[in-house]
């Protein structure tokens, strides 16, 4: 793999991925990957339609070059190594001969069922291997996998199910999260009501929990695999296949089905784990992202798999039995890469040192996190009590959408400082803009975070909905891919993201938009209206504040409160609940009637200082009271 090396290559690297972009991943993609047939054109875009196709002409599986290559000399590796929840449980060390096998056993049996190539199926799975193989085995054959992940409720994933058309679904009867065990067959079972489509469902062992089947949908898994063959060709794809399809909430309307595409994604996401993690064949890499994210799918199953790599899959919880366990698990497995969200990190660093100090860390390298903005505190604590100021910190910038790294530390080129994402990865012209749509060229200064350029691993559109694509992503800025994120360079050139400019809020790491949790609220028969805002929060960085209006005042009550919540539960999953609620005779609106979220967002972050103008307000008179009652 092209290796940057020290600050001097990243450099010319990324002057030439700048000057000369097409050369530059021509390389990589040539000298990296093995390839059924070489791609006639390397990139052909254009933002404006939006179009962006890399490597047009090209033929691959990926999972060729994720397994197969590897067996050559690589057959008794581990590729996948699996910590269950119960520490007690012994892990499970999958070899990369062994992943070949059981993710061709895996795709016959989807074969068997009528899936074909470009089928979509939902996987609906807790973070055990069957999770990763299937993942694999969709690829395998072509499928394209839609991946929801298993803390979502069954409206959330009928309609994710809907949405793309899903003809078959993947799912286990149960799950171990800590101390708590998840029913998820019988979520699957209501979300299932609401799906025409699925034909099949495979349903993996995980608690061995007597469970209802429906007779000719429903068929156990592992049976299935038994008797399954072990070799499966792999289906060719063109590069501009899709490869997945990953939900991720906006600022309004429905989650978006983002489509990665095959070639494209494959490159940039095994060039950037190589890179920022600096992988090294004897290293035990890990990241504690569930699979259900994209953090999961680009840099657990992917990244990894394609550099070679053994992957930790880890199916708990960080508190469970207590808050040391991740540290019981660096030491156990000796993992080197060990890559979090800052959720987590202020979560067990409130849990004071004693739950650290206990372990053997010395094996660690490279610290990464990602999801959210690090807080300088966190930063601190992860450097000196995890890393003991010896391991780089890699605090990595990049979305569903970027399928990849856009922003981060390279550890052996530039170090990090703490908040700072730094600097754009090779390959990624990364821009700030005005208000007014114009670029804000220099340093030390702030403003809207876009892409000038398109990289390979880029979302190419939106599930069922082109238009949708452009519009969120390439309209705001002409000929500009608009992140949704607002971010300041330093006197250094370095980037520091600030946070979402929109109606998105990140909630320990997830990204969630307003409008769906407004919708459900909204369906209470004694709720007029409502509006969500975020506000700092310590552990979770965002917490969710609700302003809800009643149609009558004299319903407000905690007992409603607990009902808005398992409304919320219900259509979304327990990660959207509000952590306040407060009601309201009314919510600031301006006088084409639209909700002053800037006034509310104040007052809930209790920074009432300077309101700004509210005199243009339709009922300037309820910012008063709000202000009053606020929790
Ligand atoms: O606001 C940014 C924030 O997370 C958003 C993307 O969320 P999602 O698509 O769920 O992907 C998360 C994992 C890649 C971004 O628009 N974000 C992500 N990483 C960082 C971050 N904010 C600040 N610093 C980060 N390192």
Redo the contacts with the bound molecule.
Sequence with gaps: MYYLKNFESYTNSYKNSVENPEAFWNTIAKDNFVWKRPWSRVLDWDFSIPKISWFEGAQLNITENCIDRHLEHNAEKTAILFEPNNPNDTSEAITYNELHKRVNQFANVLKSKGIQKGDRVCVYLPMIPELAISVLACARIGAIHSVVFAGFSANALSSRINDCDCKLLITSDGGYRGAKTIDLKSIVDTALLDCEGIESVLVAKRIHKDIPMVSGRDFWLQPLLETASESCEATVMDAEDPLFILY?SGSTGQPKGMVHTTAGYMVYSAYTFKNIFQYEPDDVYWCT?DIG???GHSYIVYGPLLNGATTLMFEGVPSYPDYGRFWSIVEKHKVSQFYTAPTAIRALAKQGLDLVSPYDLSSLKILG??????NEEAWHWYNDHIGKRKCPIV????????GGIM??PIPNSFEGKPTF?TLPFVGIQAALMDEKGDEIEGNSVEGRLCIKFPWPSMARTIWGNHQRYKETYFSAYEQNYF???GALRDENGHYR?T??VDD?I?VS???LGTAPIEDAINEHPNVAESAIVGYPHDIKGSALYGYVTLKKSDEMNDALKIEINQLISKQIGPIAKLDKIQFTSGLPKTRSGKIMRRILRKIASKDTSNLGDISTLLNPEVVETIMKNSL
């Design positions: 991720t992202a994210w994209i953090t996190t990602v999801g959210e903005p690090i605090d990595t910038w990049w979305q569903t959408e970027t922003i981060s994402a992140t949704g994120d993201i946070g979402r998105v990140i790491g997830h990204n």
